[in-house]
């Protein structure tokens, strides 16, 4: 049995040679320890599912077993995104919940996201317990007990359905009524995932004309990854110039990352959405508070707060970091680069389903496309270029740029003088014009991420060749 461990956002695997019953056993009876330990079981536990193979199955096999531990168990009566799981543990004042899903990895995978008692990501502290009772329970012949047929559950549980609940509260935080005068046309896409049925619905609720693709459970993601970047949105893109929509708006495969395409057929990424949603709450609806990013997402949303007279929070990598900060410093809002969101007022769990319709209302309060947005974003505050270069090495060529890295302390980077060396997360190097370089090397493979934004195209590529002469 390969070792499970929970990395930036819980435990995947290969569904059949990692992801088996007796291992999602093995953790459930880990989760369980971990509640009772924590005076928790009582609360109960929330037990979710996304669109995957046999995600469903997988889940009646983790109430099963909470059940039998002595802890009652809600379980989702359908398939349901990570958020809405996230929020039905606020609703009911729930001890935590497990997530079957792996969001947005291919369809031969699986996983297990475990979410605690405050509904947001768990933090290292909480998913290292988890891991030593694995251990725990693995070194005294306990893995799970592999015989158990699947779907067989220990306890009667009691089946909710999240929705209305989340529909309620969410229908709180947008301006439903701006999105009906509005009259939008959107083009929604699921990928075949458990927020179909969310976006859709929300929208045509609140009066817009909506138009949905891949809106049906494909454990395939119809042969592609259920990431909404702009490699996968093409069909999308198309929709939005044919229907001449006002927006595009997808989701991943478990509905907590968030695509958008504007209604030129221009993909917006995530570093650009961010600030156009932090200038909307401070300057719209005038919100006041700091907001809180990682450390490879945008300094514009720094350059944004300067402005306001707020302050700039940065986190490591993972959106545990940011719910953090939004419970404990009273962030307006928090985000990250690869498609993360969450706001004041919401549950501390990123939402795609809540970024799109914050897309929806933007869009509608200031008959602007996001696009127009940003571009007077960038009048304001100066605009910035961001992108993230992928480079491949060796497994012993990693080990050597990696004690590189530990003593990498330049004067200067393409000409521009080093003002600031950060090791948050990876090693961030940050220039006197507010340009900046993060290295971080990938937890599992050998690959290093490398972050630049710059002011200028042409810096952004010369910092990048720099990046890519240190692996030379």
């Known amino acids: 049995m390969s070792q499970i ?8 695997g290969i569904i059949a040679r990692d992801f088996t019953f007796a291992n999602v056993e093995l953790v459930a009876r880990a ?17 979710g599912y996304d669109n995957r193979f046999l995600s469903d199955q997988f889940a009646q096999t983790v109430a099963g077993v909470l059940g039998e531990e002595g802890v009652p168990v809600c379980l989702v009566e359908k398939s349901a995104p990570t958020p809405v799981v996230a929020f039905a543990i606020k609703e009911a004042g729930a001890g935590g919940a497990v997530m079957l899903t792996a969001s947005h990895n291919p369809p031969e995978y699986n ?4 979410i605690p008692e405050y509904a947001g990501p768990a933090l290292p502290h909480i998913t290292k317990e988890i ?3 694995i251990r725990r329970l693995s070194g005294e012949g306990r893995p799970g007990g592999g015989d158990r047929a699947p779907g067989v559950a220990g306890q009667p549980q009691r089946k909710i359905d999240p929705r209305p609940a989340y529909f309620a509260h969410v229908k709180k935080l947008i301006d439903f009524a701006a999105i009906g005068r509005a009259g939008l046309k959107v083009i929604v896409d699921p990928m075949y995932g458990a927020g179909t049925g969310y976006l859709e619905e929300l929208l045509r609720e609140a009066g817009a004309q909506v138009e949905a693709i891949h809106d049906r459970r494909d454990p395939l993601f119809g042969g592609a990854l259920p990431d909404p970047s702009a490699k996968s949105l093409t069909e999308l893109r198309a929709r939005v110039l044919a229907a001449g929509a006002d927006l595009g708006l997808a989701l991943d495969g478990d509905a907590d990352r968030f695509g958008l395409i504007d209604r030129d057929g221009s993909y917006i990424p995530p570093n650009q959405y961010l600030p156009v949603v932090y200038d909307h709450l401070l300057n719209t609806r005038g919100w006041r508070g700091p907001v809180v990013r990682t450390v490879a997402t945008t ?10 007279g707020e302050q700039a929070f940065e986190t490591p990598v993972g959106f545990k970091y940011i719910g953090r900060y939004l419970l404990e410093k009273n962030c307006v809002a928090g985000g990250e680069e690869s498609g993360g969101l969450s706001i004041r007022g919401h549950v501390p769990e990123k939402d795609g389903v809540l970024a799109g319709l914050l897309a929806a ?5 200031h008959r602007q496309s996001l ?6 974003i960038w009048a304001r505050v100066g605009r910035l270029f961001s992108e993230r270069l992928d480079i491949h090495t060796t497994p012993a060529e990693k080990e050597r740029v990696l004690a590189a890295l530990k003593n990498l302390a330049p004067a200067a980077v393409a000409g521009k003088k080093v003002t600031r060396r950060l090791t948050v997360d990876g090693t961030k190097l940050v ?7 993060l290295i971080r090397p990938s937890g599992t493979e050998p690959l290093f991420r490398c972050y630049v934004e710059a002011n200028t195209p042409e810096d952004l590529e010369a910092i990048q060749d720099w990046c890519r002469a240190l692996f030379a």
Request: no cysteine; net charge positive; proline share 0%.
């Open 31 to 47: 989760v369980a320890a971990y509640v009772k330990a924590r005076g928790l079981a009582a609360r109960g536990v929330i037990v």
């Open 299 to 308: 300094h514009l949303l720094d350059r944004l707060a300067a402005a306001a």
């Open 5 to 12: 461990t929970f990395g930036t956002d819980g435990w995947r």
């Open 431 to 437: 220039f006197e014009d507010g340009s900046w370089l």
């Open 361 to 365: 209302e933007i869009v509608a309060r």
């Open 111 to 114: 996983g297990i996201k475990f």
């Open 131 to 133: 891991e030593e009772n």
């Open 371 to 376: 696009g127009d947005r940003l571009r007077g």
